[in-house]
T-cell receptor, first 112, second 116 residues
Framework: EPEVTQTPSHQVTQMGQEVILRCVPI?????FYWYRQILGQKVEFLVS????????KSEIFDDQFSVERPDGSNFTLKIRSTKLEDSAMYFC??????????FGAGTRLSVL | GESVGLHLPTLSVQEGDNSIINCAYSNSASDYFIWYKQESGKGPQFIIDIRSNMDKRQGQRVTVLLNKTVKHLSLQIAATQPGDSAVYFCAENSLGGGTSYGKLTFGQGTILTVHP
């Protein structure tokens, strides 16, 4: 069964460093998303991406965040200068038509 | 503001019982709802969805009920099994006139524990 894959599963970084979280969405999907989940809290929307551009973003997704689809298969989330409060699980999701979204297993980001 | 929340943060049931997980939402423009299951260390797993033009939808062992009048959503799991133990999230979207690209607003989650 096709699935969304994310790498790495765990990323440890120093505050102020740049990180790139990687995702391979399901191959025939057209809509791509990033969400995050701080430990013990609900899943929060960060950004949606369609037709090679950001279609919607939340207040969390500030200038420190960016997304890219560098080729036909990868979808990345970059945080330019990480802060302690960026520590969370980051989930990538993809969807065929913007309805049912299928999530990856997530990347745990730990900012020290 | 917009929010999706759950009435019960934890639910414990015996194997074989039926489980009911509830969810309230506040955005009257919400017209699409999804239930996800999240097991420890994994991402949310799609269970079932429902659009606002329906009030009930059934899947395999699961039923989702939607009451738009009181903005309430529930997930019923029949013959609950230990493998159903997980956190369950409801999520909503406002598809509207097709301008939404799928931003999901999640509830806090309910922890379901199934005892053998």
């Amino acid at each position: 069964e096709p699935e969304v894959t994310q790498t790495p599963s765990h990323q440890v970084t120093q505050m102020g460093q740049e990180v790139i979280l990687r995702c391979v969405p399901i191959s025939n999907h057209l809509y791509f998303y990033w969400y995050r989940q701080i430990l013990g809290q609900k899943v929060e929307f960060l950004v949606s991406f369609y037709n090679n551009e950001i279609s919607e973003k939340s207040e969390i997704f500030d200038d420190q965040f960016s997304v890219e689809r560098p080729d036909g298969s990868n979808f990345t989330l970059k945080i330019r200068s990480t802060k302690l409060e960026d520590s969370a699980m980051y989930f990538c999701a993809s969807s065929v038509r913007g309805m049912v979204q299928y999530f990856g297993a997530g990347t745990r980001l730990s900012v020290l | 503001g917009e929010s999706v929340g759950l009435h019960l943060p934890t639910l414990s049931v015996q194997e074989g019982d039926n489980s009911i997980i509830n969810c309230a939402y506040s955005n009257s423009a919400s017209d699409y709802f999804i239930w996800y299951k999240q097991e420890s260390g994994k991402g949310p797993q799609f269970i079932i969805d429902i659009r606002s033009n329906m009030d009930k939808r059934q899947g395999q062992r699961v039923t989702v009920l939607l009451n738009k009048t009181v903005k309430h959503l529930s997930l019923q799991i029949a013959a609950t099994q230990p493998g159903d133990s997980a956190v369950y999230f409801c999520a909503e979207n406002s598809l509207g006139g097709g301008t939404s690209y799928g931003k999901l607003t999640f509830g806090q989650g309910t922890i379901l524990t199934v005892h053998p």
